[in-house]
Structures are given as structure tokens and as C-alpha cells.
């Protein structure tokens, strides 16, 4: 919430701008001035009614854990013990630091952090035609469904008038107060199939605001060269460069013109802040971390992803988005999601040992340095797996012990900045296949995320056609605010 | 009204065929006039494009006078040459630069994008920096042999931009008398010229 110190109980709505220019309260939000003229130029904080306050603005920074593939909701977070033997699955339910509250037997650790997070176990929508896993990650990031869909249920590959996806949004409207990289997607950009990125760019906001893709493993040393000054330049030297950089393209102003789409000017500009500041290089040093704690987030792509989007949230960075680092499809050896040939040995020995160690110690790690407070974490899949096993939902074959895709119940977790504290929201029927109570749709989460960073969810931004177009068609969840 | 000077789509068959049309096409400038400037799609002006992958490698070790460094490929070759997807795959720059992997037959895997991940290798990785420092390239020849800062000038912009530098453009610049300032300049005024859309951008 907006409150303004020495005000108490004066909020973001009634505030006008000359009190916020004479109080000047906002820099402990992390919000320059001109942030928040700007969110005011749009009408947002504004606008609200008191009703809808709960929870407006408590975030300063915003994790997206996006678990790519369809993780199997029954087989980690909402188990179902008593359903007949080919939807139970092979797992047994452990208790949790929520009285009642069960998760499956593979999730040790999440267990333990329960009480610090809100699950979300009505997670639900019908996708528009196909529901495959491109229209799916392009709607969990946007909050569109794609409007091209070829009839293989491929989408076309990005191209500039895509929907941004959130991060973008949110690292456009509230740039980093310091010279940091705004918006980090790692340990790779999205990917499904061929397609490489679909979803995932800043779309109709243009070049300037794509995340910065690291492309690396975490896991093995990073290489950020590109973040440090070279040996031979120093920051003088550097300086002397920018300026020349400068004259040089000044006195071509033509060129500069032709090529003002690609932001090229724009990135150097922040590419040159950053490597004289060096704080970057810095948070993508792994090594400065206790080895135990390296240990606890798992050795491995996932574990170190997340540690790296700690590290980089310190450091000034306003979204990181960790993708599951494996995209493979259906391969059994893998540890992709997407658990079509076999659901449960890759589950127990693959792929939940990875999620089990990372996200819960993420969970702990943010709340023990105090950066809960302000930041919020999403954890969620494009959808979850086919309650009944060795059936075909999407088309794909399955075998006996394989799950498809389900996008009409699953389960989200999300924790911190005002998100309720061990809580379950939400509930699924008895064989987890729709939602029995207060049903979400995953559109309604991205809203709550906007919410939370204090921007309203349907504010205007204009696409490349001059169209506005509001961020998400869709409210936040108020209740989730505990 | 000439042919020449007549919007591509106007043109006829009648105006010797498809192949003056496209020689056209290819002859406009990306400079749009006051009709043109919002069109994207009639071809009435160049879209700049940005080098692809190995064009950028090359066209850097050429103007500097380098070699570009990918494991695997002869010095005396330039990256263009590699002969297919899994040589010099560990080249991180052809990577983020978009050099395809040839998974697929679709020419959408080579991508021409900027973003802040290639303004950073540009202003500070090793393709561009290496390449201004190597004491066995061009411009460290130059600085040698020609003590005239001016014609210094010339011939960096000549080697890098294809043109010589106007007057304005040669006021910018100060090489000064010291030796080791002089080499250094040179390398940041290369480094600057290598960095500028007019190079970096095929137009």
C-alpha cells in the first residue's frame, strides 16, 4: 500500500500529486518521482476505491517461477489420496506446517515453508481451441490467448506485435532506481518446440524493454565479460568511448533515425551504466554465496537459477522470470514437465528432488533476509496434468502411467509482499479435475501481481498500432492478501 | 515521370522487366522522403537490417584487419565458411547473435534482433574490444606509419564506414602527440565507428 510517512491511513487515493511532491515519501518505495508521476499519469492509484486497496503496492519486486510443461497438480501440491487407483497416482501424502494441509510424499521441503506461502488450488480456465503448450505459455505470460495459431497449433514465431509479456510490463512501468538490468529471464528464454521466445519478449513495447536473457547454466561458472570492463579500459577509458560513440552518431542523425526501432542508442546507453557501475557482474557471481547454502537451493540448473534471481532482486533488478530449465517433450529421461510417457519415476527422481530443493529454500532465503516483504513470487505451470492416467486430453498418446494436459484445475503457490501466510485458497473436487471452490483463472494471478507492484491491471499502454490496450482483461484476487 | 523515379509497384513490364525493378529495389536509399517514410512493406525505401552473426564477425575482422576467432576454423577463413550448425556451436557470440543451429528448415531460427544482451557484448565483450586492441591489427599499423592524425582519421572511417569523414567529423576527434595516447584514441575511434548503426546496420 501507497502510505506516505507521517500521514498515517493516507493512501494512494486522495492523494494528489502536489502532497506527494511536498511529502516525497515515495523514494521508500523504491519508486523515483517520475515513476510515479507516470503511474499517475495513468490513472492508477488514483482510481481505486478503498475496496479495492487490499494489498495495492505492497511488492517492489516480482519473481516469476514459471514451471513450463504442466507440472502434474495431483502428484506435488493438491494430492488426492482417497481417489480410485488410476487418478491416485503412485505418491503418498505427507503432512505440512499447515494443519490439514497435505502435499505429496516427493515435496519434503515445500512442506516445511507452507506456512509461509498461499497455495492456490483452483486454478482453472477453458482454453480457446487447442490447448497445447504454445497458446497456453503465451496466455500465462500476457494474459492473451494468441491470435494465430497455425493449424498445427504452432504459433508464429515472435514478432513485434505480441502481447508483452509481464515482466516487461512491470520493468517498463517501474524501471530500476539504479543502473541494473530491469527485467532478467534465466537460465534460457522460453521455448517450445522451434519456437524460440513466443511469449516471452516485451512484444509491441519494442526491443528496449526484452528481458535480459542469460542463456547460461547457472549451475557451471557464468561467463559475464559483456558485465565487466574489459582489462585494458577503464572506467575513463569507457568514457572517453561513450563520448565518442556519441559524436559519431550524432553527426549521422539519418542513420540514427533508420534504425530508431531497433532502441540500439537506448541499450548502449543502459549497456554502458551498467558495465561502469558493475553492479551487475557482481550479482551474477555465484561464488559469493555460502557453499551451504549453494547446497540447499540444489546443485542444479533450477536450484542455482533461483539463487541467481535472489541475487539479482538485491541487486536492484525489478523481475526476474526462472523458467524450468528443461523443455524436452514427453521424453521420460528428461526432467521436462510435460509427463506424457511416465509421470512418476521421473517425478520422484528427476524432477521434484530439483523443484523440492529450489523453491522452498527460495521461499525460506527471501523471508530470512527480509526481501518477503516486498517481494512477490508466483510459482505456476501453463497448466496441470490429466487426473485420469493413460488418457488423451490434447491429442498426445499417453501411456499407462503417463498424465496429459489439464488446464481446467491446477495449482499455483505464490508468497510474499502482503500474500497470505499459510494459506490454501481455493479448492479442487475430489479427483482434482475441476475447481470446487472460488475458481482463479491464471489471468486473475498476473492481475493480482500487478496489483501487488501497485499498478493498476487495466491500465492503458498503447500497442504498436497506437491501440490502447489494457495490461490484463482481468481483476486480482483481493483475498489473496492476507 | 521516369521509370527510376516511379514507385516500385507503379512500374510495368514495360519498364525492362523484372530485373530493372528489383535492380531498383535494391538501389533505394533507406533515407524515406516525406511520402515514404511510413511504408515498411512497398519497398520504396531500404529497411536497415542489422548484420547477421558471421557477417558482423567478419565484417569486424576485415575493417580491423583481424581474423575472427571461432574453434575449429582456419585463420585464413571467415566465419561465413563454417560449414554447418555444430561447428563453432561453443562461439558465444554467434550464439547471441543468432547464428542459427540448423535444427530446422525454417528460415525463422536466424534471428536480427538488438537487445540489451548484444548492446552489451558490442560496447564491452571481446569481439569488438579484442579486436580494437590487438597489436597485430591495422589500426596499430596505421598509428605507426602515418603521423598525420587527420589521415589517421580518413583512413579509420575509410576502413570502417566505406567513406571518408567530413570536415565536422574530423573536428571531433583529437589524436594528440603523445605516442601511446595517440594508439589509444585511434582503438576508441574504432571501437566508437564499429559501434555505430551505420556500421552495424547493412542499409
Known amino acids: 500500500m501507497l502510505s506516505i510517512p507521517g500521514q498515517p491511513g493516507a493512501t494512494c487515493d486522495g492523494v494528489s500529486r502536489r502532497e506527494l511532491l511536498r511529502v516525497g515519501g515515495a523514494g521508500l518505495l523504491g519508486l523515483s518521482l517520475a515513476n510515479l508521476l507516470q503511474l499517475e499519469a495513468m490513472g492508477a492509484p488514483a482510481t481505486l476505491d478503498a475496496a479495492k486497496r487490499s494489498g495495492f503496492g505492497t511488492a ?15 502428484d506435488i501440491w493438491d494430492p488426492k489420496p482417497d481417489a480410485p487407483d488410476n487418478i491416485r497416482g503412485d505418491f503418498k501424502v505427507i503432512p505440512t506446517k499447515i494443519a490439514g494441509v497435505g502435499v505429496s510424499e516427493v515435496m519434503p521441503n515445500l512442506a516445511k515453508v507452507l506456512d509461509k506461502t498461499t497455495l492456490i488450488r483452483s486454478v482453472s480456465y477453458t482454453p480457446a481451441g487447442l490447448f497445447n503448450h504454445t497458446a497456453a505459455i503465451y496466455q500465462m505470460m500476457t494474459g492473451y490467448t494468441p491470435d494465430k495459431v497455425s493449424p498445427s497449433g504452432q504459433l508464429e514465431p515472435p514478432n513485434r506485435s505480441d502481447y508483452p509479456c509481464i ?8 524501471p530500476p532506481a539504479g543502473p541494473m538490468l530491469p527485467f532478467v529471464m534465466l537460465p534460457r528464454p522460453l521455448q517450445e518446440s522451434n519456437v524460440i521466445g513466443k511469449g516471452g519478449s516485451a512484444g509491441f513495447l519494442g526491443a528496449a524493454n526484452d528481458p535480459y536473457y542469460l542463456f547460461q547454466d547457472p549451475n557451471s561458472p557464468l561467463k559475464t565479460e559483456d558485465l565487466a570492463l574489459r582489462p585494458e579500459v577503464n572506467q575513463q577509458r569507457m568514457q572517453r568511448r561513450a563520448s565518442l560513440l556519441q559524436k559519431v552518431n550524432d553527426a549521422m542523425p539519418d542513420i540514427e533515425k533508420a534504425v530508431s526501432e531497433h532502441a540500439l542508442d537506448a541499450y548502449n546507453k543502459k549497456a554502458l551504466e551498467l558495465v561502469i557501475s558493475g553492479r551487475a557482474r557482481s550479482a551474477f557471481d555465484l561464488d559469493q554465496e555460502k557453499p551451504e547454502l549453494r547446497d540447499q537451493y540444489g546443485r542444479h540448473t533450477f536450484g542455482q537459477s533461483l539463487l541467481l534471481a535472489r541475487r539479482l532482486i538485491e541487486a536492484g533488478t525489478r523481475v526476474v522470470q526462472v523458467n524450468w530449465p528443461a523443455v524436452a517433450n514427453g521424453n521420460p529421461t528428461i526432467d521436462a514437465w510435460d509427463t506424457h510417457a511416465d509421470n512418476f519415476g521421473p517425478l520422484k527422481n528427476l524432477h521434484c528432488p530439483k523443484l523440492d530443493s529450489g523453491l522452498p529454500t527460495l521461499i525460506a532465503d527471501l523471508d530470512a533476509r527480509g526481501l518477503l516483504q516486498d517481494t512477490v513470487v508466483l510459482a505456476i505451470g501453463e497448466f496441470g496434468r490429466s487426473p485420469k492416467m493413460g488418457v488423451s486430453t490434447s491429442g498426445n498418446s499417453n501411456s499407462a502411467k503417463g498424465r496429459d494436459h489439464w488446464p481446467y484445475c491446477y495449482t499455483a503457490l505464490m508468497a510474499g509482499a502482503g500474500i497470505g501466510r499459510g494459506a490454501v485458497y481455493g ?54 492478501f492476507g | 515521370m521516369s521509370a527510376a523515379s516511379r514507385p516500385v509497384a507503379m512500374r510495368t513490364s514495360s519498364d525492362r522487366g523484372a530485373s530493372r525493378v528489383l535492380s531498383n529495389t535494391y538501389q533505394r536509399s533507406f533515407a524515406p522522403n516525406k511520402w515514404n517514410e511510413d511504408d515498411k512493406v512497398n519497398f520504396s525505401h531500404a529497411i536497415p537490417r542489422r548484420l547477421g552473426a558471421e557477417q558482423m564477425m567478419d565484417a569486424v575482422a576485415v575493417a580491423t584487419g583481424t581474423k575472427p576467432k571461432v574453434q575449429g576454423l582456419p585463420d585464413d577463413l571467415r566465419s561465413v565458411y563454417l560449414a554447418d550448425g555444430m561447428i563453432g556451436e561453443g562461439n558465444d557470440f554467434l550464439k547471441l547473435f543468432g547464428r542459427p543451429k540448423r535444427e530446422t528448415a ?22 569488438i574490444g579484442g579486436a580494437v586492441i590487438d597489436s597485430a591489427n591495422e589500426i596499430t599499423r596505421l598509428v605507426d606509419r602515418q603521423p598525420d592524425n587527420r589521415k589517421v582519421i580518413e583512413e579509420i572511417y575509410y576502413a570502417i564506414l566505406n567513406r571518408p569523414p567530413t570536415e565536422a567529423e574530423i573536428g571531433n576527434f583529437d589524436l594528440g602527440a603523445d605516442a601511446k595516447q595517440r594508439h589509444e584514441v585511434a582503438q576508441d575511434l574504432a571501437w566508437a565507428l564499429l559501434n555505430s548503426p551505420a556500421f552495424l546496420f547493412n542499409r
Open chain 1, 427 to 480: 479448492k479442487s473436487d475430489k479427483t482434482g479435475s475441476s475447481p470446487a471452490e472460488n475458481p482463479v483463472h491464471p489471468v486473475e494471478l498476473l492481475a493480482t501481481v500487478y496489483h501487488a507492484m501497485g499498478i493498476d491491471p487495466h491500465t492503458m499502454v498503447n500497442n504498436h498500432l497506437g491501440q490502447p490496450r489494457e495490461l490484463v482483461q482481468a481483476e486480482p484476487v483481493l483475498k489473496l
Open chain 1, 167 to 174: 515482466g516487461s510490463q512491470v520493468a517498463r512501468i517501474l
Open chain 1, 60 to 74: 517492489k519486486n516480482f519473481i516469476f517461477v514459471f514451471l513450463q510443461g504442466g507440472p502434474s497438480h495431483l
Open chain 2, 106 to 127: 525454417c528460415e525463422c531460427e536466424r534471428t536480427s534482433n538488438v537487445s540489451l544482451a548484444h548492446a552489451l557484448n558490442l560496447i564491452n565483450g571481446s569481439m
